[in-house]
């Protein structure tokens, strides 16, 4: 039987999901996606668990999603990733006691303190006859996992596991049909998730996550640039930042010429800040042994929506960018309840699809 999963996003300012049923092949059932008030949650961590539960529970009966299976994500740069190479060790535990003494590499902290998983990406023969293992391991504050755990266990949800943001994202966005061997053409795949507050970041070589970062950068700050251009409210300047495109010269109905250029370049101007953000991490990646090329930037999150951001974010920064197609690895859809899916739902849709 197919097993369905609700994947869940917890952003600062809104929360989304996407039901998932996996039976070798992955299927779109329901998509939902809803308001989270401010200040629950801030810089990727829980502020008010007893908030966030309250929020959960209604979003989940107002959409009447099922509460027996959940994954949720978390985007934090209090999460170390890393892929390393472990010879020579075949027992199981002496394996898990390697990961963890190379885990303390990623993140100083005592591993009390922490969550680890792992996994092993590949195995060949090394010298001797000996194992020569590729693995992926993760490993995070506890307090920051625990805090996502508690909302979830007082909303009635059960946690079925714990992912990384990026790591859906790049499940969601990369299609299978273009995965293969580590870094067979030279190049790797940039995914990016835009949100209100704060931007994921993963680079794939089409296999596994080569790089992740969490950017200190959202749609929020295109809405503050156009309310202090123009001198509005943040809710008008929202509703203006929606049908204002960030290419062309058009003028949306109801705001004056003028006022439309104001709006624009006062955008294009913390976009720019947000490229400049962007291509220092990117150039941070490449600078690692290893790295590869980039390929492209592929866009999701809700601020990847706005007209035009694509093609202005490829001008900034000269590389190929667009926003992606969360359902390229689902089978074909039936009606999807709640909604067509689109790229704001990527990293919801990616953790329903989680392993």
């Not at 990026?166 to 795949?189: H, K, M, N, Q």
């Not at 507050?197 to 969490?214: M, Q, W």
Request: charged fraction near 25%.
């Amino acid at each position: 039987m197919a097993r369905e999963i609700v994947g869940l996003k917890v952003g600062a300012s809104g929360l989304s999901a996407a039901r998932v049923a996996t039976n070798g092949s992955a299927r779109l059932l329901q998509v939902a996606a809803g308001p989270l008030p401010g200040g629950i949650v801030a810089g990727g961590e829980v502020r008010d668990p007893d908030g966030l539960a309250t929020a959960l529970g209604a979003f989940f009966k107002e959409h009447g999603l099922p509460t027996r299976a959940v994954r949720v994500g978390v985007a934090n740069n209090r999460v170390g990733v890393r892929t390393i190479d472990v010879d020579g060790v075949e027992d199981p535990k002496q394996l898990a006691n390697a990961v963890r003494f190379r885990a303390q590499e990623a993140l100083p902290i005592p591993l009390n303190e922490a969550v680890l998983d792992y996994q092993v990406l590949s195995e060949e023969p090394g010298e001797g006859g000996a194992t020569a293992r590729r693995v992926l391991f993760v490993v995070a504050y506890r307090d920051l996992v625990d805090g996502y755990a508690q909302a979830c266990k007082q909303a009635g949800l059960r946690l079925v596991g714990v992912d990384l943001e990026a790591f859906a994202l790049l499940r969601a966005l990369t299609p299978f049909g273009e995965r293969r061997d580590a870094g067979a053409d030279g190049s790797a795949l940039v995914a990016v998730a835009l949100g209100s507050e704060r931007s994921t970041l993963g680079v794939s070589d089409g296999f596994t996550c080569e790089f992740t970062r969490v950017i200190d950068w959202g749609g929020a700050e295109l809405t503050s640039a156009i309310a202090r251009e123009l001198g509005l409210e943040t809710e008008d300047a929202e509703r203006l930042k929606r049908v204002l495109a960030l290419d062309g010269d058009d003028v949306p109905e109801g705001i004056a010429a003028e006022d439309a250029a104001r709006a624009r370049a006062a955008m294009l101007h913390v976009l720019r800040g947000f490229a400049r953000e962007l291509v220092s991490s990117l150039q941070f990646y490449q600078g690692q042994p290893g790295s590869l090329d980039l390929r492209e930037i592929v866009l999701a999150g809700g601020t990847s929506q706005l007209v035009g951001l694509a093609p202005a974010l490829e001008q900034m920064i000269a590389v190929s960018v667009r926003v992606g197609d969360p359902t390229v690895n689902l089978d074909p859809a039936r009606k999807v309840k709640g909604g067509e899916p689109n790229a704001s739902l990527a990293v919801s849709i990616g953790l329903g699809m989680g392993l």
